[in-house]
C-alpha cells in the first residue's frame, strides 16, 4: 500500500468530495456568521444534532438581498468542498434563500427595522412642504404613465409652478444609484420639494425604493421629498424614509400642489374680509378720535400736572409715616429684648447646672467603688456592665466591688 503526505490525501478527498457533491441544497441555522473585510461570509449552518461550515465568497455575497443573521433558519445552495490547509470540509455556497420566507420581503423587513433604530422614520425630523411650491422636482421615468399622470394634475390645479424632470430607471439593478445621482443633483439646485415616483408593480419592481443607498439620499436630502410609488396598497422603504408619504404619483401632485380655483374663491373671500375690517378700523378710529378730543377738552394739563404733584405729596407723607412706623417698632422690640436678656440667660445657667448635678449622682450610684454592699459585685464584659443572664459556658468576665476587680470564667450555667 502506498504512503501518502496529509497534501496528497487531503487532495485526493478533495477530488472525491467537489466530484460527488457538486450541488447540494441543505437546510439549517446560521451560527457564527462572519462578514471578512475582502467580502466573503464565513459562518456555521447547523441542526438539532450536527453543524457544517460553510463559506460564500464575495462574487455571490454580493448578490444577497437581505443579511445573514444568526439563528436565521436559510437553504443554501451550493458545493462541498475541502479547505487543504487545514483538512476541513465546507460548503461553498452560490446562494441562499430564508427558509419559509422570500428573500425580498425579509431583506425589506430587516432593512426597515434598521433604519427605523436609526431615527430614519422618525416624525420630528420630517420637513414641512411649503403651501404654493415655485419650484418643483421630479424624479421618475420620462416614458412611464406616472410622468403624465402627474403633469396632468399639476396643468389642472396649479400652473404657476416651474417643473423639472430627472428621467431614471425605475426599476432594475441599475435603478437605485441612478435615483440616488438624481436626488443629489435636485437636492443641490434648491426645489420647494422633489417628488419620487412610479406607477405599480410587482415587489421586484418597486424594489429600487427599497434599497438602503436611496433610504439614506433621502434621509440626508435638505429638500422636502415625497415619496409618490405604486398604488395605495405598496409601500416601499422610502415611503417611511421621506417626508410625504402619497398613495400614487397624482395623488403626490394633488397633496403638494393648491387648487387654483379654491385659489381664486379664497381670495374673493379674502378681499371682502379686508374691505370689512378696513371700514371697521376706520370707524373705530373716527370714535377713538372723538372720544379723545372730548377727554382733552375736559382735562387741562395744568390740572393733570397738579394733581400728579398732589400725587407725589401723598406718597411721601405715607412714605415718611411708614418708616416711622418701623423705627418706633425696631425701638420697643430692642427694649423688650433689653429687658428679657439677662432673665434668659439666668435660666439657661441654672437648667445647665441642674444637668450637671444630675449626671453626677447617676456617676456617684454607678461607681463600683462606692458600692459597698457585702456579697454583692458588677458584672462586665469588654469595660461595659451587663447582666448575668447573658453570659454563655466558657465565656470570659469581670467581677468589680469597691476594692476589688477579678476576672471569671462561666464553668457552669443553670435556671434558679
Not at 371 to 383: L, R, Y
Request: aromatic fraction near 8%.
Amino acid at each position: 500500500m502506498q504512503t501518502l503526505s496529509v497534501s496528497s490525501l487531503n487532495e485526493q478527498i478533495k477530488t472525491l468530495l467537489e466530484s460527488t457533491f457538486t450541488r447540494v441544497l441543505v437546510e439549517g441555522e446560521l451560527s457564527r456568521v462572519t462578514c471578512h473585510n475582502s467580502g466573503h461570509i464565513y459562518f456555521t449552518l447547523k441542526d438539532a444534532s450536527s453543524s457544517i461550515k460553510a463559506v460564500m465568497f464575495k462574487g455571490n455575497a454580493s448578490k444577497l438581498k437581505f443579511e445573514l443573521q444568526e439563528g436565521l433558519k436559510v437553504i443554501l445552495d451550493g458545493a462541498i468542498t475541502l479547505y487543504k490547509p487545514r483538512g476541513e470540509y465546507q460548503i461553498n455556497c452560490f446562494s441562499i434563500q430564508p427558509s419559509g420566507h422570500g428573500a425580498l420581503a425579509l431583506a425589506y423587513e430587516q432593512l426597515k427595522e434598521r433604519l427605523s433604530s436609526k431615527g430614519y422614520f422618525d416624525s420630528a425630523r420630517k420637513k414641512s412642504i411649503v403651501k404654493f411650491p415655485k419650484r418643483i422636482a421630479l424624479i421618475t421615468s420620462a416614458t412611464g404613465a406616472a410622468l403624465q399622470d402627474m403633469l396632468r394634475v399639476a396643468n389642472s390645479r396649479y400652473r404657476a409652478i416651474e417643473i423639472d424632470i430627472y428621467d431614471v430607471l425605475v426599476q432594475g439593478e441599475s435603478a437605485a444609484p441612478a435615483i440616488v445621482k438624481a436626488l443629489g443633483l435636485a437636492d443641490a439646485k434648491g426645489y420647494d420639494v422633489i417628488v419620487m415616483g412610479r406607477g405599480g408593480g410587482s415587489i421586484e419592481d418597486l424594489w429600487a425604493f427599497n434599497e438602503e443607498i436611496v433610504a439614506d439620499a433621502i434621509f440626508k436630502a435638505k429638500t422636502p421629498i415625497v415619496s409618490a410609488v405604486g398604488h395605495e396598497i405598496d409601500w416601499v422603504i422610502s415611503d417611511f424614509v421621506a417626508d410625504l408619504r402619497a398613495p400614487t404619483p397624482s395623488a403626490a401632485m394633488q397633496m403638494i400642489l393648491p387648487d387654483s380655483n379654491e385659489l381664486y374663491q379664497y381670495i374673493d373671500s379674502i378681499s371682502t374680509q379686508y374691505t370689512q375690517r378696513v371700514m371697521q378700523k376706520i370707524y373705530n378710529s373716527k370714535q377713538e378720535l372723538t372720544h379723545l378730543v372730548n377727554l382733552y377738552s375736559g382735562h387741562s394739563i395744568e390740572k393733570k400736572i397738579s394733581q400728579k404733584i398732589e400725587d407725589v405729596k401723598q406718597m411721601q407723607a405715607s412714605y415718611n409715616q411708614t418708616i416711622s412706623f418701623k423705627i418706633q417698632s425696631f425701638y420697643k422690640e430692642i427694649e423688650s429684648i433689653k429687658i428679657r436678656f439677662p432673665h434668659v440667660i439666668e435660666s439657661r445657667i441654672n437648667i445647665a447646672r441642674n444637668q450637671v448635678t444630675t449626671l453626677q449622682k447617676m456617676l456617684e450610684s454607678n461607681d463600683p467603688k462606692l458600692k459597698s454592699k457585702k456579697g454583692f459585685v458588677q458584672i462586665s464584659k469588654d469595660a461595659k456592665v451587663i447582666d448575668i443572664a447573658s453570659l454563655e459556658v466558657d465565656e470570659i468576665f469581670d467581677l468589680m466591688s469597691d476594692r476589688v476587680a477579678v476576672s471569671a470564667k462561666v464553668l457552669e450555667k443553670r435556671d434558679i
